[in-house]
Nanobody
Framework: QVQLLESGGGLVQPGGSLRLSCAAS????????IGWFRQAPGKEREGVSC????????YYADSVKDRFTISRDNANNTVYLQMNSLKPEDTAVYYC?????????????????????WGQGTQVTVSS
């Protein structure tokens, strides 16, 4: 069964850190561009960070630049999102998504490219 499984979410105080993982099963992440998206209550889903299949292109939303870092470990079929200096406005359900082929990560994270696979999401809550 093909699926993406996120983990690592939770409750953290402002200024804290979390590392999200996105593990693929049933298929190899090689050849797939991976994006992290989030959706807060009452808001539209937004692209947070995306990384291409060749590790040559990454994208970060302005709201997370210099705080979040995306990385991938193809040998372990996993993509990570390291989140530092978390703020209450980072509170959301975080999803990872995979799409094959050539595209820019700006296009992918901006919603112009539709993923083939989505994970079920992991809740991140930043609160004191």
């Amino acid at each position: 069964q093909v699926q993406l499984l996120e983990s690592g979410g939770g409750l953290v105080q402002p200024g804290g850190s979390l590392r999200l993982s996105c593990a693929a099963s049933g298929f190899s992440l090689d050849g797939y561009n991976i994006g992290w998206f989030r959706q807060a209550p009452g808001k539209e889903r937004e692209g947070v960070s995306c990384i291409d299949r060749n590790l040559a292109d990454t994208y970060y939303a302005d709201s997370v630049k210099d705080r979040f870092t995306i990385s991938r470990d193809n040998a372990n079929n996993t993509v990570y999102l390291q989140m530092n200096s978390l703020k209450p406005e980072d509170t959301a359900v975080y999803y990872c998504a995979a799409v094959p082929g050539a595209t820019t990560m700006y296009y992918y994270c901006s919603g112009y490219v539709h993923p083939d696979y989505w994970g079920q999401g992991t809740q991140v809550t930043v609160s004191s």
